[in-house]
């Protein structure tokens, strides 16, 4: 089947540590988006890629970086400058860079110990 | 600039009750208006979609109009069933601009 695949599911890091989450789409998206989502919050987000070897800073990039080396690929590493990195993050592709119309992943849940 | 106001939640519904969860925003223009549904647990999955003033989006049962006027897009659907619990969003997007979301309506069903 078609979609977009997270992984791990759930993760915990201690503090000072980098944790690099991983999403990968079979959809033959161009575009690829990561979101944090915070109770209460709704989604912001971190980062967008419309291409390969593209991406571009989103709302809260700060202490977060991606990289888009594959069509397929989309992995956002947590850093250490990331002051509040409990959350849940969503990772979403589209046909083309703002759509409005994307398809997510299941999520990841990351905790600092 | 552009943002997304949606009714805050929890809401609690008997199964088979009339449900509306009000959605209203502000933009420059006229954007794109979705809205998204999260079940326990999961990611985000688009719901209903309206490109212009007028339009009803609809699916599963759930509808929503484009009011220009007073510039919402209410969700609604005739009877809930326990399997729709989950958090709503709307949502706003214009041609090749990014999408801004509300910060979500919980809805909880109980039979």
């Known amino acids: 089947d078609g979609g977009i695949t997270q992984s791990p599911k759930y993760l915990f890091r201690k503090e000072g540590q980098n944790v690099t989450l991983s999403c990968e789409q079979n959809l033959n998206h161009d575009a690829m988006y990561w979101y944090r989502q915070d109770p209460g919050q709704g989604l912001r987000l971190i980062y967008y890629?419309?291409?390969?070897?593209?991406?571009q800073k989103g709302d809260i990039a700060e202490g977060y970086s991606v990289s888009r080396e594959k069509k397929e690929s989309f992995p956002l590493t947590v850093t250490s400058a990331q002051k509040n990195p409990t959350a849940f993050y969503l990772c979403a592709s589209s046909i083309a860079l703002n759509t409005g119309e994307l398809f997510f992943g299941e999520g990841s849940r990351l905790t600092v110990l | 600039g552009n943002s997304v106001t949606q009714m805050e939640g929890p809401v609690t519904l008997s199964e088979e009750a009339f449900l509306t969860i009000n959605c209203t925003y502000t933009a420059t223009g006229y954007p794109s208006l979705f809205w998204y549904v999260q079940y326990p647990g999961e990611g985000l999955q688009l719901l209903l979609k309206?490109?212009?003033?007028?339009d009803k989006g609809s699916n599963k049962g759930f509808e929503a109009t484009y009011r220009k006027e007073t510039t919402s897009f209410h969700l609604e659907k005739g009877s809930v069933q326990v399997s729709d619990s989950a958090v709503y969003f709307c949502a706003l997007s214009f041609q090749g601009g990014k999408l801004i979301f509300g910060q979500g309506t919980e809805l909880s069903v109980k039979p």
């Open positions: 890629s419309q291409i390969v070897n593209d991406f």
């Open positions: 309206a490109t212009k003033a007028d």
